[in-house]
């Protein structure tokens, strides 16, 4: 008669790994998410004349400009250079995740962010 349950081979110590493993992983992601939510990232653009920061949960959270920038004749370059400041601030907050992620799964590529 068939044994029912469990796995041949001592596959219960293996899953029991396994599940460690995955519980500890899924601690460190927390964590690193918290800790990424935390910091803040900071672009240019324009040379520098608009600077933007955000934070981690993507909320703008300064703008900075140039006196030289802000020409009221010209207002559509400032928004250009406004947006592409916010733009490379989220760029990098976003690259900062996904490289703290793969530190973490080692890689495994889960798309968890």
């Given amino acids: ?7 041949p081979g001592g596959m219960p110590g293996n899953m ?10 899924q601690k460190q992601m927390e964590e ?9 990232y900071t672009a240019t653009a324009g040379g520098g004349a608009v600077e933007v920061t955000i934070s981690g949960t993507k909320e703008i959270t300064k703008i900075k ?17 406004i ?20 530190q973490i799964t080692g890689g495994m590529g889960m798309g968890l962010f």
């Avoid at 008669?1 to 796995?7: C, I, L, Q, V």
């Avoid at 690193?32 to 803040?40: G, I």
Wanted: avoid cysteine; hydrophobic fraction near 40%; proline fraction near 2%.
């Fill in 1 to 7: 008669m068939a044994k029912r349950g469990g796995f």
């Fill in 16 to 25: 029991n790994n396994l599940m460690k493993q995955a519980q500890k992983m």
């Fill in 32 to 40: 690193a998410q918290a800790e990424l939510e935390q910091s803040e």
């Fill in 65 to 81: 400009l140039d006196e030289e920038v802000v020409d009221p004749e010209d207002i559509e370059m400032l928004e250009d250079l």
């Fill in 83 to 102: 947006m592409a400041a916010v733009n490379e601030a989220i760029r990098k907050m976003d690259e900062m995740s996904t490289q703290k992620m793969s």
